[in-house]
């Protein structure tokens, strides 16, 4: 590596570990995120200037947070300015003062947490399209760039980039407050929170789109912004039970690509794989989900079941009658066609395929189910394992029709050739 | 990437078999620790007991021999480590430059865990074999 090179990844890394306190930070005390992004990126622009002359300075995130103070008042006091020649003295110029005196340093380490929290909520804020919030989580939380974010998502820069812009402008025109929601509020928004991590970690753990199979970028973002939030509300079970899904899924990674790059299905995946660090903090993680107060949730009985899949050191030990139990219980708290197949394929593996069939071809007229080349895949195991060959066959085509991902239906091509063998 | 960060806090010699660090020092590391947390990346973090408790095997010829401590030569020894989950190893170092050690003498050494992908393939399937 160049030294220019060198100070260039020192940078950036700073900027990935700075950005998000700079960011929650300066939001609490200019009450706008998209104004405490701007102001954080120009303090990054000016590093990018000095830095490299003149060294990483001992304290980066001091410096970046002294540079961005000084532009948040500059630019207060030019609104309060223009303010006090309306006659409207606002309340921008009493941020201008509160903001002069507000000692930064306590802000960087006193209140960062709960500000860091206020972040979270805000760019997942109902407001925002599940698209935006995303985009927006993993620009202020994870520090990516909208290059990064764009090309995770496959969609072109400019698109990304505006995607963003508007989602700032959604929550200034929205004036959604820079808080933690409280009381009856607080359940559905933390619901709204999760459901963006969760679709980032799904996003790279089953790409729905492109060849390859997973993007394990995006899941060590999601892992990233999920043990985040487990630091930050720790006393949320959800947020427990999806940080042990997490990282219980993912312990699995390495096992579930082949040497060619192919998918490998869990019960075929070569258990020495799996990554012991990440079961060991994934069952530690489903420990403290159950320990707090109230019934499984949607995250911690999916964590659940893949604690029982991690406990198994073979296929065969898979405690499956109690798999299936979980996904009732799954059904109960979150009732979804999809859920009832996972449920009817833990029966299948409990209590013999038959069993199993019948729950299946009782999704057969879901409308929901329609296009999920899941749905003929279970049926072709089932099938195949009663016996009926060319029957399972037809159900593995039909689901490498309905497959958008490459990988995924080369597996599916694989088992229906196979099966004619 | 996954980096193991060791702290060779510089330990002046001492003649008190288990030091334990004062509070002072234990809420200096806990603030660090917090922080290393709340930004999602700590797997680990363990703190060494004292290093006149630790014992050292050397070989020779290979036969082990152990040698109990104290040591005279305490600058080196590892106090503590943790295991981060990070982007790159700009980002590992930067974290390990936040490390609250003593300001004259302290060394940290980052070095990456190493990962499945970083075998070639004819030396992956050995690697599980444990």
């Known amino acids: 590596m160049t030294p220019a090179s060198a100070a260039r990844a020192a940078i950036e890394a700073v900027w990935r570990i700075e950005s998000p306190r700079l960011i929650a930070a300066l939001a609490r005390m200019v009450g706008d995120v998209g104004l405490a992004e701007e102001l954080a990126q120009d303090a990054f622009v000016a590093a990018l200037e000095q830095w490299p002359a003149d060294g990483v300075p001992d304290r980066p995130g ?6 961005a103070k000084r532009r948040a008042i500059d630019q207060l006091r030019r609104a309060e300015r223009l303010r006090l020649k309306q006659q409207v003295v606002g309340r921008d110029a009493e941020a201008a003062e509160e903001l002069a005196a507000a000692d930064f340093e306590a802000a960087l380490t006193e209140e960062i947490g709960d500000s860091l929290l206020r972040l979270v909520f805000t760019a997942c804020h109902p407001v925002l399209a599940p698209e935006a919030r995303v985009a927006l989580t993993l620009r202020l939380l994870c520090g990516l760039t909208t290059d990064e974010i764009a090309r995770a998502f496959l969609v072109p820069v400019a698109t990304m980039a505006q995607r963003i812009v508007r989602a700032k402008l959604t929550l200034a025109e929205a004036r959604v407050a820079f808080e933690v929601p409280a009381g009856p509020d607080l359940a559905p928004r933390l619901g709204a929170v999760l459901a963006v991590v969760y679709l980032v970690f799904n996003e790279g753990y089953a790409a729905s789109a492109g060849e390859e199979w997973m993007r394990p970028e995006l899941v060590n973002d999601a892992l990233r912004l999920g043990r985040m939030l487990a630091e930050l509300a720790p006393a949320e079970p959800e947020v427990h039970g999806l940080v042990a899904l997490m990282e219980l899924h993912s312990s699995r990674m390495t096992a579930r690509v082949g040497a060619g790059g192919e998918a490998v299905l869990l019960l075929d995946q070569d258990r020495a794989r799996w990554d012991r660090l990440l079961i060991r903090r994934g069952l530690a993680a489903l420990e403290r989900a159950e320990a707090l107060k109230g019934p499984l949730g949607l995250y911690s009985l999916q964590a659940a079941i893949a604690a029982c899949h ?55 007229g879901e409308p929901a189910l329609r296009a999920y080349p899941h749905l003929p895949a279970a049926r072709a195991d089932l099938l195949a394992r009663l016996g009926r060959r060319p029957e399972a066959v037809a159900e593995l085509e039909r689901a490498a029709r309905l497959s958008h991902n490459g990988r995924e239906r080369a597996l599916l091509q694989k088992r229906a050739a196979a099966l004619q063998d | 990437m996954r980096f193991m960060i060791f702290i060779q806090p510089n330990l002046p010699p001492s003649t008190e078999d288990n030091l334990i660090p004062s509070r002072d020092a234990i809420e200096t590391m806990s603030r660090y620790n917090r922080q290393l947390r709340e930004a999602g990346v700590l797997l680990e973090v363990n703190g060494l007991h004292s290093p006149n408790e630790a014992v050292r095997i050397s070989f020779t010829g290979g036969k ?30 930067e974290w390990a430059k936040r490390c609250p050690v003593d300001p004259e003498g302290a060394i940290i050494e980052v070095r990456q865990i190493f990962e499945i992908s970083d075998f070639p393939p004819e030396l992956q399937e050995a690697v599980w074999l444990g």
């Not at chain 1, 001091?62 to 540079?67: C, E, G, S, Y």
């Open chain 1, 62 to 67: 001091a410096w970046l947070m002294q540079a």
């Open chain 1, 310 to 364: 991690a406990r198994a050191r073979r296929p065969e030990d898979t405690d499956w009658a109690r798999i299936a139990a979980l996904y009732d219980a799954l059904a109960q708290v979150s009732p979804s066609p999809v859920v009832e197949l996972n449920r009817a394929v833990a029966v299948g593996m409990a209590f013999g395929p038959a069993a199993g069939l019948e729950l299946v071809d009782r999704l057969a």
């Open chain 2, 64 to 93: 082990p021999q152990v040698v109990d401590g104290p040591f005279a030569e305490t600058k080196e020894m590892v106090g503590g480590y943790w295991i981060i989950d990070v982007k790159s190893k700009a980002e590992a170092i």
